[in-house]
């Protein structure tokens, strides 16, 4: 009886625990012991107290609902992750002086954090550009025969150079290099003949010398007379094929720090000056050279690159790692015609930028300066020896103060301005892992670093009992639970394996009619022992759950991003779905102008989905029938053509306007898929331009050289206009009254004309008509009645 009524007992608690918390991931994970139960969530607690709670799964649950059940707060098992400042130094303001070589741009350095597993904590990074900060540059010239004209150019770059460098910086260093290509078929021309001239028979430039792989001429030095010395000594040289071996020029200057002389405490860029491509990994076993490149410093007593002919082209991860790993910055200065591909480069290559160079590099020094400052207007968070297991999300907060969710750099910096990064992190590794890594800025010396150990175990672990009498003295008691020696189990251990009867086979069953254990284990003493499978795991109460049953994603279950527990997908941090295959992070949607799809669509998935009609591209940059787009390409014009508006004064130009721009005299507008847009200048001119997509995906924006402005009128031309204008109205309204006038005299004299006629037609006509007579009286003489008169009177 004491049996059955403990069994009661249990099925009432359970159900009780189960009604008071809710239905809960704690609960649902059938977590045995305290470590199984802090795996299953963050939230999840374990109660260790001995009496109280008496039932396995009601053990793991949420921290309020074990109290609710009467587990004091001293016996909950739920430790926190917490983070440790452990060295941070305030952050510098200027870069040169007698504190050069302590200057500090991230704050902090050291941390510490102690994680639960799967639990969520952050840190805050700061990093400052600061001011005056030292520059080391090193500049690497293709001597192809190609760049004859731009070797020509550069002779007196040096003091030009250091001259533009020295109003951004005090503490300037220049050094120099070299390179062609692998001197070796099919590479270059390797007969007898060409051997000491390769343009042996060239009538255009009939001497040069020997091709090589890499050659470095000058180290980093502040004397910049003698680059100049150094340019004034080379001579081109000649190679077989269109590339060039410029790559394994740039490792070379990358890895061999001594030779070079980059500085520690220095801010590095590398300018790599070509007019055709490159040779990329691979391309060497054209020349039987199978080994790849083991991204070492190979320079001889010569200072040439001595493994030219022995290892392959280096590849664009290991470039990319080398210029990450030695702080430094690239930048691609190329023609015209390859601007693309170095481009494309770029994104795969952290810290590099890329530049048109004229054809004959008469632009390098502006170039170098446009470059740089485009490189410090901008920071980016890069994460060195992140653990597999530990999932990263970021945060920018640049100069505006609003924070952007997903963000790993800021743009639009100016030199001294400060920004901040929140670091979220998650993580699951295995028990008693202890790891590290690096956050760090590109292109910076100064790094954070970051150790990491894990909470994994319980401090009720510590206070086990063997042979407990709680166990029937055949089990371990841990945490309020037994663990039973070998061929005994139960909650007490008190029943042996292969043990049956029908009293335990209603504790085996999830509801009345159902199969024992779900038809996937054995009832044993009330409680089922799961069958094992090929698959995976099966368990639960009744062997209900297992971890392979979930929706897969290309035959990977989860998309392995997630965890199946007992028929769903429990997402990775930054993943959702059914099958956790849609990531959650947003970085690769956000366009160059800082939004999210460019402001033209939502970022599912990881892939911009463009709402907008008529937007397309990676972030729907490209509209041009949308309402804004003559106007997001206006300011485009206005910097790049007559460096006006709004982008001219914050050196962002160069980074949003990256279209192609074409100049003409007349603008035309025949083509059906350009679309014409027009705005009216600060001078009340009117500047037109079309704007099309070219099938390579290049925008292209076609616009007049100058606007058109229309000549001022001449006051006495307006005046003679206006005078002649109401000169002309007045002869116009008299021509139009005497029109009238005529007119109406005509239709009068028609109408006498007719009423004469009918007065001849009666006289002639009616015999009631007599002619009328016409009298005349007699004169009279009134001379005499006149004298009668006067004589009577006298």
Known sequence: MGQQNCYLLFIILFIIGTFSSGLNVCMSGSATSCEECLLIHPSCAWCAQEVGVRTLM?????????????????????????????????????????????????????????LRPSDQTSFKVQVRQVEDYPVDLYYLMDLSLSMKDDLDSIRNLGTKLADEMRKLTSNFRLGFGSFVDKNMSPFSYTAP??????????????????SFGFRHLLSLTDKVDRFNEEVQKQMVSRNRDAPEGGFDAILQAAVCKERIGWRKEAFHLLVFATDDVPHLAL???????????????????????????EMDYPSLALLGEKLAENNIYLIFAVTKRHYVIYKNFTTLIPGTTVEILDADSKNIIQLIVNAYNNIRSKVELTVWDQPEDLSLTFTATCQDGQPLPGLRKCADLKIGDT????????GCPPPGTRQSFTVKPVGFKDRLEVSVDYRCDCGCTHRARANSSRCSSRGQYVCGTCRCDTGHLGARCECHEGEAGAVYQGACREAEGKQICSGRGECSCNQCLCYESEFGKIYGTFCECDDFSCARHKGVLCSGHGECHCGECKCHAGYIGDNCNCSTETLSCVSDDGQICSGRGNCACGRCQ???????????????????????KRECIECRLF???????????????????????????????????LYKTENECVMKFTYSEHASGMSVLTALKEPECGAAPDAMTVLLAVVGSILLVGIVLLAIWKLVITVHDRREFARFQSARSRARYEMACNPLYKQPITSHPVETDFSMYSKSYNGATH
């Open 193 to 210: 003949k060409y051997q000491d001239n390769p343009c042996n028979g060239y009538k255009l430039f009939p001497n040069c010398v020997p």
């Open 283 to 309: 391309d060497g076993k054209l020349g039987g050279l199978v080994q790849p490149h083991d991204g070492k410093c190979h320079m001889n007593e010569k200072n040439e690159y001595s493994g030219s002919t």
């Open 610 to 632: 463009c709402t907008e009609p008529g937007a397309f591209g990676d972030t729907c940059e490209k509209c041009p029938t949308c309402p804004d787009a003559c106007g997001t």
């Open 58 to 114: 009601s053990r793991c649950d949420l921290s309020q609902n074990l109290q609710k059940r009467g587990c004091e707060a001293y016996n909950i098992e739920n430790p926190r992750s917490t983070t440790r400042v452990v060295k941070s130094e305030p952050l510098s303001s200027k870069g040169s002086g007698p504190t050069q070589y302590d200057v500090i741009q991230i704050m902090p350095q050291k941390i510490s954090l102690s």
């Open 643 to 677: 460096n006006s508006g709004r982008l001219a004064d914050n050196q962002t130009c160069q980074r949003l306007c990256k279209d192609e721009i074409i100049t003409v005299e007349t603008l035309k507008t025949e083509d059906p898929n350009a679309v014409l847009c």
């Open 419 to 426: 920004v901040s990064f929140n670091v979220e992190l998650i």
